[in-house]
């Protein structure tokens, strides 16, 4: 099974700030990589796809980069909103695997 | 408007079996694989089991292998997972999914349902 670990656990930041989130695969996945994004009670929400692809609707402050086993979710302005929990998730084969997640704070 | 609903969560013992359903609409079912992705209390994210547009593969994470089985009803757009001989670690969160994607085979879960809460316990 393809392991998904993701940096940090969690973060503090404050608004305006900018907020990098790092997820290593234990095996090359391409560009077969999501990110989620996860509000407590609620569902996950799809942010980006494709490791770089932004999802309809998702502001353009997120942002999504790498390939091979490395790969970066980005803020670039973080706003109050965004504080929630961040997955990311491989689909490169099954099983289909998530990270940990990041919990995300604003100070 | 995309919509996933799901139902059938609740209370059941050890070994005991609950069928969960989710009901599809605004999007053309049939062209659509399909997912179960669970959340245990506190926890992250764990994708149970995947199936074809038309029913005809089916994979599941190896923890819910020979216990549980998803299924599809086109004509109902409805998709389901049946339980059978849960344990206290299947206590989760049940969310559906829409998995799908690019011709490329880049796939992605979108949208997701609300969830149904199954607990395990006696």
């Known amino acids: 099974d393809i392991q998904m670990t993701q940096s940090p656990s969690s973060l503090s930041a404050s608004v305006g700030d900018r907020v990098t989130i790092t997820c290593r695969a234990s095996q090359s996945i391409d560009s077969y990589l999501n990110w989620y994004q996860q509000k407590p009670g609620k569902a996950p929400k799809l942010l980006i796809y494709a490791a770089s692809y932004l999802q309809s609707g998702v502001p353009s402050r997120f942002s999504g980069s790498g390939s091979g086993t490395d790969f970066t979710l980005t803020i670039s302005s973080l706003q109050p909103e965004d504080s929630a929990t961040y997955y990311c998730?491989?689909?490169?084969?099954?099983?289909?695997?998530f990270g940990g997640g990041t919990k995300v704070e604003i100070k | 408007e995309v919509q996933l609903v799901e139902s059938g969560g609740g209370l059941v013992q050890p070994g005991g079996s609950l069928r969960l359903s989710c009901a599809a609409s605004g999007f053309t079912f049939t062209n659509s694989w399909m997912s179960w992705v669970r959340q245990a209390p506190g926890r992250g994210l764990e994708w149970v089991a995947n199936?074809?547009?038309?029913?005809?593969?089916?994979y599941y994470v190896d923890s819910v292998k020979g216990r549980f089985t998803i299924s599809r009803d086109s004509a109902k757009n409805s998709l389901y997972l049946q339980m059978n001989s849960v344990r206290a670690e299947d206590t989760a969160v049940y969310y559906c999914?829409?998995?799908?994607?690019?011709?490329?085979?880049?796939?992605?879960?979108?949208?997701w349902g609300q969830g149904t809460l199954v607990t395990v316990s006696s």
């Open positions: 999914a829409r998995y799908n994607g690019l011709p490329t085979n880049h796939n992605w879960f979108d949208p």
């Open positions: 998730q491989q689909s490169y084969i099954t099983p289909l695997t």
């Open positions: 199936i074809k547009e038309d029913g005809s593969k089916k």
